[in-house]
């Protein structure tokens, strides 16, 4: 696998775009809103499945060395795995098929979907086994679900604006 610079450069912008918007937050709950999710839903759009999952491999590896071993017991960590997941899989389903409006947003709404189907578990493994609370699926899912999508819609409608845009543009330099 060789990358080329402007691979390198493009993986690069976007693991420090989704560090740093990851310190912009308001705390609702054990995980914070934050634009996290917009920046991973356009690295997704922009780069190839490949720089997608590299990209968001550096963000993962940043978070550990900057937050050391215990970040990994953060209810929001598996958040993070489900950000490399997640720009993944939207960018495997606009290189197999296309990036159309519907495709984009298809592709947006599924790759939500996989970063919250690995967060969310792993929010209740740490809340209710490592940090010993008793909290009800009911309960994990208001609490870091429910009360970000209406943020998520927003933040998945300027994904798909941002990265319709942008496309061409980045695709054409990709390599």
């Known amino acids: 696998?060789?990358?080329?610079?402007?691979?390198?450069?493009?993986?690069?912008?976007?693991?420090?775009?989704?560090?740093?918007?990851g310190f912009l937050t308001i705390p609702l709950g054990p995980i914070p809103l934050?634009?996290?999710?917009?920046?991973?839903?356009?690295?997704?759009?922009?780069?190839?499945?490949r720089n997608a999952l590299i990209s968001q491999g550096i963000h993962l590896l940043l978070?550990?060395?900057?937050?050391?071993?215990?970040?990994?017991?953060?209810?929001?960590?598996?958040?993070?795995?489900?950000?490399?997941?997640?720009?993944?899989?939207?960018?495997?389903?606009?290189?197999?098929?296309?990036?159309?409006?519907k495709l984009t947003t298809l592709a947006v709404f599924i790759?939500?979907?996989?970063?919250?189907?690995i967060g969310l578990p792993y929010m209740t493994v740490i809340l209710n086994s490592y940090l010993g609370g008793n909290f009800s699926i009911v309960q994990i899912l208001q609490m870091g679900l429910i009360v970000f999508i209406p943020g998520d819609i927003v933040k998945a409608i300027l994904a798909v604006v941002i990265g319709l845009r942008l496309r061409g543009k980045v695709a054409r330099s990709q390599s």
């Open 1 to 21: 696998m060789k990358l080329s610079t402007r691979d390198i450069t493009y993986c690069s912008i976007m693991a420090a775009l989704t560090l740093i918007s």
């Open 63 to 101: 978070a550990l060395l900057i937050g050391g071993f215990q970040a990994l017991l953060s209810p929001s960590f598996g958040f993070i795995f489900g950000f490399a997941a997640g720009a993944y899989v939207i960018a495997f389903i606009i290189e197999r098929y296309g990036f159309t409006i």
């Open 111 to 117: 790759g939500s979907v996989v970063i919250y189907s």
């Open 34 to 49: 934050t634009i996290q999710t917009l920046v991973v839903l356009l690295t997704g759009l922009l780069l190839s499945k």
